[in-house]
């Protein structure tokens, strides 16, 4: 078993920054990729960003240039730095922990920008 702890969310002004962190916890050795997700209310969860285990990184078009996704093996811990962040940033974002066979999510965190 894998466990997720997302945090970081918040209310932010268009233009602010805010940084989520993942801190994984349990059997996490085999862990190949470490990843960002988002909902938006009525939409579909989309990728964000992840990152391999050898620190490939890849990001959605949306967000290229203001997000940044980086990894801490010593915390077990990934982030995502999000800055000049817009209204339709908003939504629950979700970190996935992706093995070869299965995934685990965790319980995601609530990004709200306001104009």
């Known amino acids: 078993q894998v466990q997720l702890l997302e945090s970081g969310g918040g209310l932010v002004q268009a233009g602010g920054s805010l940084r989520l962190s993942c801190a994984a916890s349990?059997?996490?050795?085999?862990?190949?990729?470490m990843g960002w997700y988002r909902q938006a209310p009525g939409k579909q969860r989309e990728l964000v960003a992840y990152?391999?285990?050898?620190?490939?990184?890849n990001y959605a078009d949306s967000v290229k240039g203001r997000f940044t996704i980086s990894r801490d093996n010593a915390k077990n811990t990934v982030y995502l730095q999000m800055n000049s962040l817009q209204p339709e940033d908003t939504a629950v974002y979700y970190c996935?922990?992706?093995?070869?066979?299965?995934?685990?999510w965790g319980q995601g965190t609530q990004v709200t920008v306001s104009s």
């Open positions: 996935k922990a992706q093995f070869v066979k299965f995934e685990y």
């Open positions: 990152i391999t285990s050898g620190t490939r990184t």
């Open positions: 349990g059997s996490i050795l085999g862990i190949n990729v």
